[in-house]
């Protein structure tokens, strides 16, 4: 390969780690926007779509781009087509913490979140934002060991919702049905969230040693 | 390219259409499972798991080695890299009905649906299985005109979505709040997998044209 290719490859890592940060962003300010009820910090994150979609875009090119112009083999390879794997995951984190914005949003000036729940959405909201910290610092440093660690994590996301679902589903439940199907859509959108990023992460997994899935 | 790669290159319009079938009829299954609280029928799709997960990673497989072995370029090079799109979608797409089949099990011997519902589930259904034997036709025939056609098929099921709400949300419930985050969800798993249908169906458009998103 060319020099110039090997830094677009290089950059490509840099590149998703930039936009996994962004994602992290969004999912943090998302949560303040929907526990605070503040929906001008709700349309900013709603106003982040046209950057996402852009950097996606961005990302799909430059790989396909490497693609067809120098035909990538081994590493190389594999570099690109976890690239087009990480960008498309991370597409996905971005419209989830919008979709986050938007039940703020949908609610403003309302609370979407009663206070007996405020404690689980923090609690989501933070491992959500720590797994795509993690995921960035791994796609930027493709460190093998930090991908492999990060599916415990998500399993703490799985326990969670469904930690959320008991909550909501009790007979002490008081905020009717629905604030009900707000918290199930939102618990959702953040199980999601973390799977995404743990997935772009584990393509670094792919990446360094070939294995997939 | 060699000849061989033609026929793999062609042998991929036929996988995904094969793969996308298999959706279509996980989704019509799961549907029935829920409808008519048949635990068996549930467990026949959530059993689906294994053989889309197999085909999905031989898709991706197949793809791969054409471009390790093969550098296709122009068309041939749309047509792996929509592969590796198309069957990441069709694994949603599986993965969303065995979701749905998760809800009637969970729920068995009860029916997750309420009478008043099964009008909107059916529908849903309906316009989830067309499109992904839509998608399935123009994965097949790589048929622009068709792909152009199935995103406003989606937007009906973006309004059939918020009817759901609607009603779900309305004073005169009276399937208490478990029934709600359930019917929230279903309606949610049917969204995606619509959507996914027809993103997979447009990457027929960037197959064909070259154009993205």
């Given amino acids: 390969m060319r020099e110039d290719s090997h830094l677009q490859l290089f950059g490509l890592g840099e590149y998703s780690a930039a936009m996994c940060q962004l994602t992290g962003i969004a999912l ?7 526990l605070d009820a503040d929906l001008s ?4 994150v709603i106003a982040m779509d046209t950057q996402l979609d852009q950097m996606w875009s961005t990302g799909e090119q430059v790989a396909i781009g490497l693609l067809a112009l120098q035909a990538p083999v081994a590493r190389d390879l594999r570099i690109v087509i976890s690239a087009l794997r990480i960008v498309a995951d991370l597409q996905r984190l ?4 919008i979709h986050i914005a938007n039940v703020a949003r949908r609610r403003h ?21 720590q797994l795509a ?3 960035e610092a791994v796609l930027r440093t493709d460190d ?8 415990v994590d998500d399993d703490i996301m799985d326990d969670l919702q469904r930690d959320l679902y008991h909550h909501v589903l009790a007979p002490g439940w008081r905020h009717g049905v629905a604030a009900a199907v707000d918290i199930a859509l939102l ?4 199980e999601r969230f973390a799977d995404h990023a743990v997935s772009a992460a584990q393509q670094v997994v792919y990446l360094v040693t070939g294995e997939t899935h």
């Fill in 187 to 190: 618990a959702r959108f953040y």
């Fill in 109 to 129: 000036p309302a609370h979407a979140v009663p206070s007996d729940v405020r404690p689980f959405i923090e609690r989501m909201s933070r491992i959500g934002v």
């Fill in 133 to 135: 910290d993690e995921a």
């Fill in 144 to 151: 093998l060991a930090a991908a492999r660690r990060l599916p």
């Fill in 41 to 44: 910090l709700a349309e900013q």
């Fill in 28 to 34: 943090r300010e998302a949560t303040q926007a929907l």
């Fill in 94 to 97: 971005g419209v989830l913490a």
